[in-house]
């Protein structure tokens, strides 16, 4: 403890005055010969508790309040070492990243979470920084908006932002975060600009957050709001439904994917499987250390639509600990190939990669292949989903159907080839392209090395740019689109342009901007159009991974028929599209607290009708999402078809911690220049405080007892 | 002893102080007054000579002057009885004083011992004046001293200077003075018994039991200061007990003690009141800044009405 007035101790000699009051009060007593002593005696022995306490209260209450006076007047404060930064103490402009993605939920020792930590540690940097100073703060997690959005003096204002922020359960994107951080921070004039980051240091969302785009912005702290704990973990990390044909017809297979993040291996884990929100299965799974185990659960079910949950036994991270999918029985989707470059030789067939995704094991498509020429003569209304391959001209009357056939809620998938006449195509099947189709384009240069996937063919090459999965065809794919992101796409059509409207969206795009794959509604039918071939002619693309789920998922999304983990689910933070039933005037969508949301198809600007879909897009907690319908009449039925679940990101379930060498604050910036700060902390406030209250206590005790007196 | 003349329930006494009463030249001028205070109060005459009222019967014994016989009684029931007139009804009467060191307390005007004394003494004089004989006992742990019950001429003046000489010492013994009084009082007497009873043994109450079932006629005085029935002291004081061999010391604010104190006291009077009451010994409290002529005009109105 340290004074700033240290003369003024010498008042503390006045401690000993009361005692010394006290002492010659007892001496000065006057001697008094007394016949009644007995009753005296008595009358003594009555009250000296009491008295004896009220005496030795009332000789401490007086002795402490001339020891806090001469303390109080010395102005006595202590200097506390802080654990924030030094570089806390510069008058500075700042933004502080508050991490509030979903790993930011778990339990500490304490019961606490990070985020409570986190918060806590963000309000001490507020409170801490010198008044002067500027601060922006920027939420971490991906799509989240930043609740002070530029530099602000004003405290109060930045400490009940924080007190109003909640954690999220979305998972954490810091390169978007520091790049915002780093706009607000442009704006500032000061030279001291510092973005403090405040996180659980979990590796996940750091993955694009590259030291060269670090090296010319804002000098960046890290502060560890984990306490360095390591963290153990379990979660369901994926789950999907299947057929199950040694069950009957009726039959499914829920299987769930269990990770185990601990380097213990996890014996006898509970498991159990909820099946439209009743237990039908539990049983236990023994899962390796730091591997993944499935688990399948087997159940017969009547009807068609369905909604399955697993739940493991709970750890400190209770999000993950469940996971929802819809479930389908087995409902046959009937999909026409119109092959337009059949081939004798099958490899080079340009249906046979086509085919052989789509009746891969498991999707229960039936698909039927047919000739151009014979496309006239089918009944397109009873299959779901129709995909012309590298069809040279289709006919008026073939044109005229399948736009009949889209326009009444059909999909259409659409690819192309050497054998496209764009002009054709471009008359005649101009009701249903989303875009007018353009030249042919080769890549004219080798594309860039990338570490996985490379083939041996060298032909010049474009790839697909990083891919949006907030499209719901990309859904299943992972965050950086592997499966995708190695094709190379030698040839492709360029698309001529047109007005943006709202029904049509680019869902891939190659690396030089031009779209490879565009999204279109058409009456109340979907079109997907392809600017390269399905088979090895344009593209390897048939060869990558990706290209399997993307054609089942293209198949199922134009169908209106999603099933299982993939098309049924959409990530946290999301949005889904949800069609309207024929005759359903708005719907309700029902989350998993309880609370739901209506929602009415709106005309957009040039269209003559409202769009028979809605986007939802409050996909904030994990779980199954509930839909009803609502007609005109006024009556509301379940839509069991359009239930969907909402899914944790894995990659928030993984404990892993950032690599030091890959931690964005520099040397410099983690020591924070030099040894941690020290704070004063004024205790003369303290010491008033006590004054006060000790003069109320001797006050009342005194009056307390003449009270008693005078009662007597 | 007898109050004649008019019994009527006093009105306006007219009662000197007791420090006023110390002011006066001598003890028997004091017990004139005090005297005169009473039955001021009473409208009586304390000086209007023997009674000539008739007041019991007694058989007729060898001796006895044969003009008193009554002889209706003898036509009644065949016996001889003689009759007896008020003043022939001689009572002894025992005045027993405290004189222990604790009687001596009296912080403004006179002390206990002093109060005492001059009840005792008008109760002597007016018992003198009625021609009976009254005796004095005063006592601390042993009998100080001692003068029988007697009615000749000079007896009177005896006890009214042994009272003047009488000094507080001493520790209190009440029970050991009432049975030798006990001893010495062979036919019904009346004891009257002045003590503060504040050191008194508990055998006490025995002690006046035992004394009233030999028929004598018991009074108590309790005589207090009036700062042994509220502590007046408002500091810081030393309190040290009075009677030799008592070392209690006590320093204390009195006023934290005032109201338990008062409650003792209260207790102490209630304490000896029941147990005179259980013992029929008559009880009468009185503090020393009471007029001492009301104490004695209010004893001798309760006998008389208890008489009646």
Known sequence: MHFLAPLLLIGLAAAVLPWIIHRIGRRRARPVRFAAMELLLRAEREVSARRRLRDVALLLARTGLVIALPLAFARPFAEVRSDLPAVTTHSQSAVIILDESASMRRRLHRDDTPFDVARARARDIVEHLSPDSEIALVLASEGSAAPVAELSSDRARVVAALASVGVSARRADFAAALRRATQVLASSTRGDRLIYVITDLQATGWEDV?????????????????????????????????PAPEEGAHGIAVVAEIANYATEPVRGLGITLRLDGSEVARGFVDVPAAGRARKRFVHTVSGVAHHAEVVIDHDGFPLDDRRACRVEASRGLRVLVVNGDPRTVRTEDEAFFLEAALRAGGSNFSVTTVLPDDLANRDLTS???IFLANVARPNAAAAAAITRYVERGGGLFISVGDRVDADTWNQTMKGVLPQPLGLKRSASALPGTRPEGETVDTRPAERLAPIDRRHPLLAAFPARGEGLASARFFQFLLLAPVPEVPTRRIVLRYENGAPALV???VGRGRVLLLTTSVDREWTDLPIRPGFLPLVQEAARYLAAAPSGDATASVSVGGKREIVLGADDKRIEVVKPNGDSRWLSPAPHAGEQRARHAVLFDETDEPGLYRVRGARADGTVDDRPDAVFAVTLDPGESDPARLADDKRPDRASARGAGGPPPRRRMELWHALGAAVIVLVLFESLLTLRFRRGRVKT | MDARGDTRAPAQPLA??????????????????????????????????????????????PGDDIRRIDWKAVGRVDRYYIKRFEDETEMRTFLLIDSSASMGYGRKGVTKL???????AALAYLLAQQGDPAGLLLFDEKTRQYLPPRTRGGHIRDLLVALEAAYPAGRTEPGRALAEVGEIADRRSLIVLFSDLLDAPADLSDRLRQVRSRGNDVVLFHILDPDEVELPYDEVTDFEGMEPEDARRLLVDPRDLAASFAR????????????????????RFATTAEPPAEVLRAFLFARQRARR
């Open chain 2, 114 to 120: 002093e109060y005492a004394s001059y009840v005792a």
């Open chain 2, 16 to 61: 000197l102080d007791p420090t006023d009463i110390a002011r006066l030249g001598s003890m028997s001028v004091r017990a004139r007054v005090i005297v005169e205070g009473a039955f001021a109060g009473m409208h009586q005459n304390p000086h209007a000579g023997s009674s000539i009222e008739f007041s019991e019967h007694k058989e007729y014994a």
């Open chain 1, 383 to 385: 299959f779901g989903v």
């Open chain 2, 264 to 283: 003792e006291s209260a207790a102490l009077r209630e304490r000896w009141r029941q147990a005179c009451l259980e013992a029929r010994v008559e009880y």
């Open chain 1, 210 to 242: 590259t030291q060269a785009t670090l090296a010319a912005g804002p000098e960046i702290v890290v502060l560890d709001a984990s306490g360095g704990q390591p963290w153990t973990n379990r979660a369901v990390v994926g789950l999907g439904a299947e």
């Open chain 1, 519 to 521: 999204d279109a509604e």
